[in-house]
């Protein structure tokens, strides 16, 4: 769901950042349930140091969201926004990656990385949540801290 891509913050421009793009958010209502679930799933997870953090939710530039929760039909109009961009914290890699690659990675290493897993996924389970899609690919890593 969405492409992600690599940038710099905008404010500070220093601070890496993952950008996911989200398109057609209101072209089907499922995909539309599922941005806001996402939403809502980042919010109540947060903030937990196990958990990708959710800096911001940018729309395209040049959208006028006043006047919208008055008149919800605008979202048809021509020139709306159907696209939201979700800016997290910048990681590295994810551990697909990282246990694939050919970087020697230490049984201290191997554990922190499980241990971490197991955290988030207690947190997770802790507000109610249940992720239906764990897998290496899903589970991000920072090699310089683990």
Not at 24 to 49: C, G, K, Q, S
Not at 64 to 73: E, F, I, N, S, Y
Request: hydrophobic share 45%.
């Amino acid at each position: 769901m969405g492409d992600v891509c690599w940038a710099k913050h905008g404010p500070s421009g220093n601070i890496d950042v993952a950008v996911k793009k989200i398109e057609n958010i209101w072209f089907e209502d499922e995909e539309t349930r599922r941005v806001a679930r996402e939403l809502n799933l980042l919010r109540a997870m947060a903030p937990h140091p196990n958990m990708v953090k959710l800096l911001d939710v940018r729309l395209p530039e040049g959208t006028d969201v006043r006047g919208l929760a008055k008149d919800p039909a605008s979202f048809w109009e021509e020139g709306f926004f159907d696209t939201v961009y979700l800016v997290f914290e910048f990681i590295p890699t994810d551990a697909g990656k990282l246990f694939h690659s050919e970087l020697h990675l230490v049984q201290l290493q191997v554990k922190s990385i499980v241990y971490n897993l197991l955290q988030g996924i207690a947190h997770m389970h802790a507000v109610d949540v249940i992720h239906r899609d764990i897998k290496l690919a899903n589970v991000l890593v920072d090699p310089e801290s683990c």
